[in-house]
């Protein structure tokens, strides 16, 4: 059927061309891997890039916030320096001035930690022994009208 030249030429036709279309797919693929390799490069380098400006933005707002905090206390130094100085320096009338007008505490030396003391309302009105403050419940009732509001309490209560 066949010869023996014609299925060893077949053979040869065969490998040469194989080896021809594997080294064109090998050529040809070689510039995706190149360019694959390129682009991962590229990926990780920008992801490190990313990550140092991350730690810079981070740094900066740390160094803001000390620097914010510094120019607060050399505010509050200063303001309290020259409060003290004033107080030394002027007369009575402008040291009752600047007294009132801080209520006394532009002399307080208050630590960084130390919070502001909060005080409730307190009643103002002025009374006098045996009275009852305006915040009170008895406040404007005569001693008449207390006697009948107790004996209505004490009615609901039977």
Request: glycine fraction near 6%; proline fraction near 3%.
């Amino acid at each position: 059927m066949f010869s023996l030249t014609t299925i060893i030429f077949a053979v040869a036709t065969s490998l040469l061309c194989g080896g021809i279309l594997g080294a064109f797919l090998m050529f040809a693929l070689r510039p995706q891997e190149k360019l694959n390799r390129e682009l991962e490069t590229q990926l990780m380098d920008t992801e490190e890039r990313l990550r140092e400006y991350q730690q810079e933005v981070t740094q900066h707002f740390v160094e803001t916030s000390e620097l914010i905090n510094n120019l607060t206390r050399s505010y509050r130094d200063v303001h309290e320096h020259l409060a003290s100085s004033a107080l030394k320096l002027s007369n009575a009338e402008i040291s009752r001035q600047i007294t009132q007008a801080g209520d006394g505490k532009l002399l307080e030396k208050k630590s960084d930690d130390e919070q502001p003391h909060v005080q409730a309302p307190t009643d103002w009105a002025p009374k006098k022994p045996g009275k009852h403050g305006t915040l009170s419940e008895a406040y404007g009732l005569s001693e008449d009208e207390q006697e009948e509001d107790q004996t209505l309490v004490l009615q609901r209560q039977a």
